[in-house]
């Protein structure tokens, strides 16, 4: 696991280790520069190249500043150029200045019109909050117009360390050296596009720094290994989770599939899928383990000679259950928005809810504040997983203002339904009511495809039927989800990655986390646990 910090958390692990340990803040500077100058001499191609800094006045330019020189002393033709009035430098990078000028250096006023090979952007941390014009949005320009190779140290210039907005414009680095932890901005998009290949640096603040308060939000790294729950190897298929899957409509079988398959693959026992009478050849084709729970006229009548309907069918099986994923495929008909109802305002099993069962619960706003006011009182597990599309829709924003944040908007929605929310993007994002959020990095381009959203439903239900905690089983299964898109994708490519790719990606994905378990079973006389990582 990595911690992923904003501005002010970054703020404060940097003052406490300065303040509270005593470590000089030069010292800090002079790590972080090295870290930034040892990427670059890295690159066999860039050694000797000539070498602009572009420094702001505040510590981020001090850094630069000392890269510059790191980089002039292992014999870079290397140009200083400060941007912004020197008189408003902070101490430490008035310090740097000084040296330089003892060195000898000239330091530029003005955008230089040499030509060069390397841009070190050093002209805003962590710390902006405002959008960039006159000289400074001139100065990103000359960066990015350049043709130089980039690196920005700690973030580009321009992207917003907490939410990875882009303040007008921004710095398009090749590389960015962060400092002691990853910032949200470099995972988030639009900054994540910005930031180019990240580096992690350890400069010596450390987690001890946070004096026990730790940061909200995480992430996985992309080589941590997947942790299942326990598995009893004395179990049967009733005692790996029983999943009942409310999915799929007349012309939207394939959502019922894609969830029902997914299920199974994650390791559930067994799984019961809600569907119209016209689905059932199609599902006992494509997915014969599930088993049916009908609906329609040829499922027979009800006690008042009416037609079966989903609600009646929902009825009959959720004993059976000890988990329920619904709203795949389901569609927006009469039938579907009862059956959304019921399952919302009656059901006393884990839930999770997904497409169509959030378009629902958006539109009927009556019904939300029912749902809101019951989910205050506690209840079972609920976990949403809407694109942001659906998530706008519960949420009554644009698809701007969403985007912009999703972390604030999935954690005010855990808050107000006392559930896990995710928001499906190329950073999707999970937030729980304690206030915890996860950023997922795992995953690729080719994931944006039809029914990509049915599987990661499926994989997350039946992690929960396996019994692990809900927002553990949202985290890990998005995390999962994107290893099987990028097994997916190293087998056919990003371009043609389906659906049906993804569920042939996750079976060595769960083969590897599988063999692990064994392992760590063998070892240690007990099996993994995503607690282990996540906590």
């Known amino acids: ?36 100058a040892r990427e670059i001499l890295s690159e066999k191609r ?63 006023n003005h955008a230089p019109e040499q030509k060069y ?31 130089a190779f980039v690196l920005s140290v700690d973030i580009p210039s321009g992207v917003g360390a907490d939410t990875g907005a882009v303040y007008g414009c921004a710095v398009r680095a090749d590389v960015t050296v962060t400092f002691a932890f990853l910032k949200r901005g470099l995972l988030l998009y639009p900054g994540a596009s910005y930031a180019g290949r990240v580096r992690l640096a350890q400069i010596g603040i450390t987690e001890e720094s946070f004096l026990g308060k730790l940061p909200a939000a995480f992430a996985f790294r992309k ?15 009733g005692t790996f989770g029983k999943v009942l899957l409310a999915a799929g409509s007349p012309g939207m079988a394939g959502a019922a599939v894609l969830s029902a398959r997914a299920v199974l ?19 006992q084709t494509a997915a014969p383990e599930a088993m049916l729970a009908l609906y329609g006229e040829a499922a027979g009548k009800d006690g008042a000679g009416q037609d079966r ?39 006393k099993k884990p839930l999770v809810l997904d497409a169509d069962g959030i378009n629902i619960l958006a539109a009927d706003r009556a019904l939300l504040d029912q749902v809101c006011r019951m ?74 495809t039809a029914g990509s959203g049915d599987v990661l439903t499926g994989i997350i239900v039946g992690l929960l039927a396996q019994g692990m905690d809900p927002f553990e089983a949202a985290c890990m299964g998005v995390y999962l989800h994107g290893l099987a898109g990028d097994a997916a994708a190293g087998r056919a490519g990003e371009y043609a990655v389906t659906a049906g790719k993804l569920l042939e990606g996750l079976e060595p994905v769960m083969k590897a986390a599988d063999a692990r378990r064994a392992d760590r079973s063998a070892g240690t006389g007990r099996g993994s646990d995503a607690r282990e990582v996540i906590n």
């Open 375 to 448: 989910r205050k009182a506690g209840g079972a597990p609920l976990i949403l997983t809407p694109h942001p599309g659906e998530l706008g829709r519960l949420a009554q924003t644009d698809m701007e203002t969403l985007l912009s944040d999703p972390v604030s908007v999935c954690t005010e929605w855990a808050g107000r339904l006392n559930a896990v929310v995710l928001c499906k993007t190329a950073a999707t994002v999970a937030a729980d009511p304690q206030g915890r959020i996860y950023v997922n990095r795992s995953g690729n381009s080719g994931m944006a």
């Open 265 to 283: 693959g994650a390791g559930a026992g067994m799984v019961r899928v809600i569907c119209g009478e016209e689905n059932r050849s199609i599902l």
């Open 117 to 147: 090979d390397v841009i070190v952007d050093a002209m805003f941390g962590i710390g902006l909050k405002r959008p960039l014009e006159g000289i400074c949005a001139e100065a990103v320009a000359h960066v990015n117009g350049s043709g």
């Open 1 to 36: 696991m990595e911690y992923l910090v904003t501005a002010a958390e970054m703020k404060a692990c940097d003052r406490n280790t300065t303040e509270g340990f005593g470590v000089p803040s030069l010292v800090l500077m002079e790590r972080a520069a090295l870290a930034c």
């Open 309 to 347: 309907t989903p609600s009646d069918a929902f009825r009959d099986a959720q004993g059976w259950a000890d988990v329920i994923a619904a709203g795949c495929g389901l569609g927006r008909s009469r039938e579907a928005e009862e059956l959304i109802r019921l399952i919302l305002t009656e059901n």
């Open 223 to 237: 080589d941590v290994p997947v942790l299942l729950p326990e598995r009893d190897p004395n179990g049967n298929k």
């Open 46 to 108: 860039l050694r000797g190249k000539r070498t602009l800094i572009a420094a702001g006045c505040g510590n981020n330019g001090g850094d630069g500043l000392a890269v510059g020189r790191l980089l002039m002393q292992e014999g870079f033709p290397v140009d200083f150029w400060l941007i912004g009035e020197r008189s408003r430098c902070s101490p430490e990078t008035e310090k740097q200045l000084e040296i330089l000028e003892r060195y000898g250096c000239t330091i530029l």
